[in-house]
């Protein structure tokens, strides 16, 4: 008989492309996770995997066992979830939510403390976590929902096996030191930006490449990206403190801004949607994070 364990493991090496980024990704050694496809191949009577160069491929069979382990793995899921409502006498279980950080301060934490009173047998589990980072966590079941972002101008892959429902869309604002000669402006042109050091998030983010395109097409400028930070309280701070710009959502923003004016580029309107991703296959836990997760958003963006 085939062993769930084992198949979520060729899974696992099929998404990785590699057998040590499944062991980096699941927290083994390559040798154990050899040794676990070793032993699925001989209880499937056929090679599973070929080697390419460094990587590794699934063979014909192998694709057979991939296509089915999905199906199966969420027949397990599915149960658990039904016992533990038996069990418990309510919708009950374990739902695991990775988030991007001011939407975790703004949605995932009110949504959190509202299932602890509307569903008290949910257990949710929530880290911070990127969007592209979270996504093969959740096609993999480590997690059940990831809420995302994405720019304008910037649309994320689509995957036919996840299901994305809107959350909110928020408007990207100017943020400028309150000591700035066009902070009285209700809107500010970005086209006189282009001697001021700005603040952005890390290389290869969204984040990063939405700033850097606003300051290209809508300010004919390649910006000064002096500071470097994920944490968008932080890249706040350095607007204050070093006299930075930044472009920054409105979620980050309602927490307050001391120090800081606010205002909307002049050139074009920019925004964002935050949205929530989950597999297709949905238990009842699920869906209650999911719909409380809809309801923090209405609340916030009202």
């Known amino acids: 008989m085939l ?24 927290g083994y050694t390559p040798s154990a ?14 090679p599973l995997l070929e080697r390419i160069g ?28 039904e016992l533990a409502a038996v069990a418990a006498g ?20 009110p949504a959190v403390q509202a299932l602890a009173v509307t569903h008290p047998n949910i257990r949710v589990e929530a880290t911070e ?9 959740l096609r993999l079941q480590q997690l059940d929902l990831v809420v995302g972002d994405e720019y304008d101008g910037q649309p994320r892959p689509v995957h036919a096996d996840l299901q994305r429902e809107p959350l909110l869309r928020e408007h990207i604002r100017v943020v400028l030191p309150e000591d700035h000669p066009d902070a009285a402006a209700d809107r500010v042109k970005i086209s006189r930006l282009a001697d ?21 097409e809508y300010g004919g400028f390649e910006p000064d990206l002096r500071y470097s930070s994920d944490d968008f309280l932080i890249l706040l701070e350095l607007v204050r403190t ?24 002049a050139e074009a309107d920019v925004g964002r949607a935050v949205y929530l991703l989950t597999r297709r296959a949905r238990t009842p836990p699920v869906d209650a994070v999911a719909e409380a997760l809809g309801e923090a958003a209405r609340k916030d963006s009202h």
């Open 3 to 26: 062993d769930l364990h084992r198949l979520r493991l060729l899974r696992e090496v099929h998404d990785r492309g590699t057998v040590h980024g499944a062991a980096r990704a699941l």
């Open 33 to 46: 996770v050899s040794q676990q496809l070793s032993v699925l191949e001989r209880e499937a009577g056929t």
């Open 54 to 81: 460094r990587n590794v491929r699934l063979t014909p069979a192998g694709h057979v066992l991939v296509r089915h382990a999905a199906t199966l793995l969420e027949g397990v899921e599915a149960a658990e979830a």
């Open 90 to 109: 309510r919708v009950a279980g374990v739902v695991r939510i990775a988030s991007f950080q001011s939407a975790f301060l703004r949605i995932v934490a």
């Open 129 to 137: 976590g990127e969007v592209e980072q979270a996504v093969p966590a």
């Open 196 to 216: 001021i050091a700005w603040a952005a998030c890390q290389p290869g983010t969204g984040h990063r490449e939405m700033q850097v395109r606003v300051c290209r």
């Open 242 to 265: 070093t006299g930075a710009a930044a472009l920054l959502p409105d979620l980050v923003l309602r927490h307050g801004t001391p120090g800081v004016v606010v205002r909307r580029p």
